[in-house]
T-cell receptor
């Protein structure tokens, strides 16, 4: 049972380059999320999806795009990377996010470390 | 706008001590509150989830309480061990179409042998 898998784990980009982070979950979860974690800022939601083919903006969506073409995958794209996007990115998934009960919680990937120089 | 605060940012205790980690939130209209653990270089692992109608949840040596009216939650760790060293984050969720979790910045706990 792999849970939530993120690729790549580490990446260094030059300013202006583009890249895509891939998140895959094998738990048949409807909800998927992309967060970034920065020192002193905590975890902030970038974009999320409530089902295949849907996406929505979170707190800090600017500079990022997402796609959910398949239920198990949620892609985060940076079209033109900036140094301010240097961060650790976490993908998460949950079953019916806003109806989470004690038996349904949110599962996180292990993170993707991105440095933009 | 919901804000979640965890103070202090870091805590160091000797092994065996019982300890309490605090979490406060500004908007008491929450659906549930969740405590997570994060080990260095890893993702978050859910520890306990408390629904807004509940007062506490227990799992092993961990006990989380919730006082919605005062906007506070505590995570109690009994008989702390070096393996408990990690960052502990609390997060609150509102009901409705926006299922966003609002996280605190976390408390980094170090348990000294």
């Amino acid at each position: 049972n792999a849970g939530v898998t993120q690729t790549p784990k580490f990446r260094v980009l030059k300013t202006g380059q583009s890249m895509t982070l891939l998140c895959a979950q094998d738990m048949n979860h409807e909800y998927m999320y992309w967060y970034r974690q920065d020192p002193g800022m905590g975890l902030r939601l970038i974009h999320y999806s409530v089902g295949e083919g849907t996406t929505a903006k979170g707190e800090v969506p600017d500079g990022y795009n997402v796609s959910r073409l398949k239920k198990q995958n949620f892609l985060l794209g940076l079209e033109s990377a900036a140094p301010s996007q240097t961060s650790v990115y976490f993908c998460a998934s949950s079953y019916k996010g806003h109806r989470v009960t004690s038996g349904n919680t949110i599962y996180f990937g292990e993170g993707s470390w991105l440095t933009v120089v | 706008k919901q804000e979640v605060t965890q103070i202090p940012a870091a805590l160091s205790v000797p092994e065996g001590e019982n300890l309490v980690l605090n979490c406060s939130f500004t908007d008491s209209a929450i659906y549930n509150l969740q405590w997570f653990r994060q080990d260095p270089g890893k993702g978050l692992t859910s520890l306990l989830l408390i629904q807004s109608s509940q007062r506490e949840q227990t799992s092993g040596r961990l006990n989380a309480s919730l006082d919605k009216s005062s906007g506070r939650s505590t995570l109690y760790i009994a008989a702390s061990q070096p393996g408990d060293s990690a960052t502990y984050l609390c997060a609150v969720r509102r009901d409705g179409a926006n299922s966003k979790l609002t996280f605190g910045k976390g408390i980094t706990l170090s348990v000294r042998p």
